[in-house]
């Protein structure tokens, strides 16, 4: 029998102890020019201009114009663990600064070379250090404004495994523009210029203003006039945590939550608490799968935050998680509830929009809308107009044929399989005189086009639907019942046992939609009522897929408000359908009453009720210049 000695103890050589230290905190290129750029902010510079050649890897350059470090301090900077932010234990506490462990320029230079240069504004030269691997090479003066310059060379050059893991260098380099636009947001007052093999990538001037108005001038110079104007700007304060923040519009949410920047006391972090809390901040303005562009600035006592959790700064640990998560998903979504389109819609030559006049208006009763709830069930079932008189198809090319003033086109008889329905003109020929332009056009019976000044605004029909019957349930559910319509020859409706039990649940909130529901014998329930609009010959489905959609609810959102959730699934399966042919009184009812709800921009399941075309873009389209 062999015997196995045990491993002895000992310590690492100092090389190799200095290696694997870096490799805790210099993970990638990005993380040496992330430490170095952090160093320059922290030195009180005005302005950074970075230098790339080839790739971060090959050959990076960070240059300031800081306060500098003085000649005799020059090889203490390659020390590790040498610093000039802490002086005791206790300045641990109230960090206001980036860097504060002395690590970031004793491990880069352990696996690079690097050169520093630095010079105080009272120095009469800089004075420059180089060194290969740790090691130093070579002491002596430069000539050099006051400022920093580290040059970093050869990263990783001797760690071989380390290369074999990197990222592709346009990859990185696209994370270190990233990066520098993350810190441009953060110090607005400070002027960046970043330079890849000669070309000029960036080069944003230091913001004149101050507060927000600054962040809304850098805010222009990263993400582009237009961009930056469309955020909502929030501002608000609570137990001494402020919050600043620039929100996105649902229509430019991400499929992943690289859109998010969430910079603490100025350091930019990752915080999956700041995510939640502003993803629930957006509500059902966007659909699961699709997270909020926001950039979020949150100024926090520094005795109320640790920064010290990670050994690349790059998550917080927050005192009181609870005051921050309810100021951010507050604020936030206050802010959204009075979100609204930019733009309004032109009806032929009506100078501004009926909704626009009454954006404020609470929900009314279905009925002003014009619309037949659940009308998409059988096919050859009649939508109820404005003036109360049901339409089909045919209906509406007589009406084209007296020459009136509402005309929807059967978008399968338009034209032997045409393209789509205009409302206002007929393919027949020439709009009747005194017509005018076309105000609305329906596009296979499933869009509705509205011009808006400068482009188009193509509407999805059932998801605007849905906005309005879902806001028009949340108000009789949450204080204002409607009223019941009553059924001349009530009906049954046959139910699962789990489906029936869920009705016996939520039968107070069905009730306050406008149900008049009675059980029978399990699983048995009488119709005697229905809400508005809700015609006799589709109650039974319409409850059925109602209680489905409702059942379907599993986990958390099962758990979630059941007002909520019976709107939801109200507003889903009574809203008209694709395929569905509207009159031109109709379409014009549902733009009107969806951009006088709360939140037009979506239906409660997150989905975008409309996308808007610019008229540049159209221009660009065709070749116009």
């Known amino acids: 029998m062999t015997t196995v000695s045990a491993p002895t103890i000992r310590r690492l050589a100092p090389d190799t102890a200095a290696r694997i230290a870096a490799g805790e905190v210099i993970e990638r290129p990005l993380s040496a020019l992330k430490e170095i750029l952090e160093n320059a902010l ?226 930019w972090i990752q915080s999956p608490l700041l995510s939640q809390a502003l993803r629930q901040a957006y509500g059902n303005l966007l659909p699961a799968g699709r997270f909020p562009a926001a ?124 393209e789509f329905a205009m409302a206002g003109a007929s393919s027949a020929g020439p709009a009747p005189a005194g017509l005018g332009e076309p105000e609305l056009w329906q596009l296979h019976r499933t869009y509705i086009l509205a011009p808006v000044r400068g482009g188009l605004v193509i509407i999805d029909q059932h998801a605007a639907h849905e906005r309005v019957l879902f806001e028009e349930a949340m108000t009789r559910l949450t204080g204002r019942p409607g009223v019941s319509q009553r059924m001349l020859f009530p009906t049954t409706a046959d139910l699962t046992q789990d489906r029936f039990d869920l009705l016996l649940e939520l039968g107070p909130w069905l009730e306050m939609l406008g149900w008049d529901l009675s059980p029978l014998s399990p699983p048995t329930v009488a119709i005697q009522g229905t809400p508005p609009n809700v015609g006799p010959e589709h109650a039974v489905e319409l409850l059925q897929d109602l209680l489905d959609g409702v059942g379907e609810s599993t986990g958390r959102d099962a758990l979630a408000d059941v007002a909520e959730r019976v709107a939801r699934s109200f507003a889903c399966h009574a809203a008209v359908r694709a395929g569905d042919p509207l009159t031109l009184d109709e379409m014009r009812m549902l733009v009107d009453r969806l951009f006088a709800t709360s939140r037009p921009h979506g239906d409660p399941h997150g989905r975008p009720t409309f996308v808007r075309l610019d008229l540049d873009e159209l221009h660009r389209r065709f070749g116009r210049s």
């Open 295 to 418: 950039a979020l600035w949150l100024d926090v006592p520094s005795d109320r935050l640790d920064v010290n959790v990670h050994p690349t700064k790059r998550e917080v640990r927050f005192a009181d998680d609870d005051t921050v998560f309810s100021l951010v998903a507050g604020a936030c979504a206050q802010q959204l509830a009075h979100l609204h389109p930019p733009f309004t819609v032109v009806y032929g030559t009506q100078p501004e929009p009926r909704w626009a006049e009454r954006a404020n208006a609470p929900i009314e009763d279905p009925s002003q809308l014009g619309l037949e709830l659940g009308s998409a069930r059988p096919s050859g079932s009649s939508l109820v107009s404005s003036a109360g008189a049901a339409t089909d198809p045919d209906a509406s090319a007589r009406w084209g044929e007296a020459g009136g003033a509402g005309i929807v086109r059967d978008a399968s008889r338009a034209s032997e399989g045409g």
């Open 42 to 267: 922290d030195s009180g510079a005005r302005r950074i201009e970075v230098v790339v050649e080839r790739s971060l890897d090959h050959r990076f350059s960070v240059a300031d114009d800081g306060h500098g470090i003085g000649a005799n301090e020059l090889e203490l900077s390659l020390e590790r663990h040498a610093t000039s932010k802490l002086t005791a234990l206790e300045d641990l506490d109230h960090l206001r600064t980036l860097g504060f462990r002395g690590e970031a320029l004793p491990s880069i230079a352990a696996v690079s070379r690097l050169t520093l240069t630095s010079r105080p504004p009272d120095a009469d030269a800089a004075a420059q250090l180089m060194a290969d691997a740790g090691s130093i090479t070579a002491l002596g003066t430069a000539a050099r404004a006051h400022g920093t310059t580290v040059e970093v060379r050869d990263l990783f050059f001797n760690t071989p495994a380390r290369r074999k893991f990197l990222s592709s260098p346009a990859g990185e380099l696209r994370a270190a523009l990233r990066l520098v636009e993350h810190y441009g947001l953060a110090y607005p007052e400070v002027a960046f210029r970043v330079v890849v093999d000669g070309r000029q990538r960036l080069d944003w001037a230091a913001a004149a203003g101050q507060g927000l108005a600054a962040i809304r001038e850098r805010a222009t110079s990263a993400w582009g006039a237009r961009h930056a104007g469309q955020r909502l700007e929030v501002e608000a304060e609570k137990n001494g945590v402020r919050l600043t923040a620039l929100l996105g519009l649902p229509e430019h949410g991400r499929a992943n939550r690289e859109g998010q920047t969430f910079l603490i006391n100025r350091r």
